[in-house]
Structure formats: C-alpha cells, structure tokens
C-alpha cells in the first residue's frame, strides 16, 4: 500500500487547513490510519488515528478539541481537518497505514508499517 498525503500550506495563526491522505488500493480487515508530525529538531508526535471497521479514533495532546481525523472509504481516504492552528502546529505531518492495531496502540508509531512521504504545515503568526 502507498500513502499520498496532501493539503499542508502556509496559513495564518487561527486558520484552518485539511490534509488528505489517499491509499493507493482499497484496505480491509482491521486497519488502522494515522498523523503523525515532525517539527523541526523535535521527535516525530502522534496527532491522530482511526480505525476501522469498529471504527475506534484517537488524538493526540496537541491535536485534542481542535482537529478532526475522519475517513471515506470509498475513497480509500483519510482527512486530517485542522482548526485555530497555532504556530507550534508548524511541521510536517505524515500519514500512515497500520493493520489489526488495538486502540490503546493507535499512538505508537512503531504499529504502522506504511507511511506517506509528509506534507508541510506552516502556520505563521
């Protein structure tokens, strides 16, 4: 499976944006879609996840109360939709694909074993 993520830009403090991450074929059984961002000289943090088909969602500290992770299945796509951005939302944020995920392991990184190429968030102040 390859992840296409999409929609980073430059927005101003207080904006939104919402990012796209398309599977290149559609996924069944337990799968398990997630965000994750890296700032510059920081670690790679979770930011969202979704599972399905007992759909299960997680977020993030940073992301809680202000994004919103939802898919289309039908699209084989997953959108990150972010709102009041901040300028410490600045980095870039990738998507990636795990399968039989339990929910408490949505935040790991280390579940998932495809990840998209990242997307570039900037929010200026």
């Known amino acids: 499976v390859q992840l296409q993520a999409s929609g980073g830009g430059l927005v101003q403090a207080g904006g939104s944006l919402r990012l796209s991450c398309a599977a290149s074929?559609?996924?069944?059984?337990?799968?398990?879609m997630g965000w994750f961002r890296q700032a510059p000289g920081k670690e790679r943090e979770f930011v969202a996840a979704i599972r399905w088909p007992s759909t299960s969602i997680a977020y993030g500290p940073s992301a809680k109360g202000r994004f919103t992770i939802s898919t289309d299945r039908a699209k084989n796509t997953v959108y990150l939709q972010m709102a009041s951005l901040k300028p410490e939302d600045t980095a870039v944020y990738y998507c990636?694909?795990?399968?039989?995920?339990?929910?408490?392991?949505?935040?790991?990184?280390?579940?998932?074993?495809?990840w998209g190429q990242g997307t570039e968030v900037t929010v200026s102040s």
């Open positions: 074929e559609r996924t069944f059984g337990n799968v398990a």
């Open positions: 990636a694909l795990g399968r039989n995920l339990i929910v408490s392991s949505l935040p790991r990184e280390d579940q998932y074993n495809h």
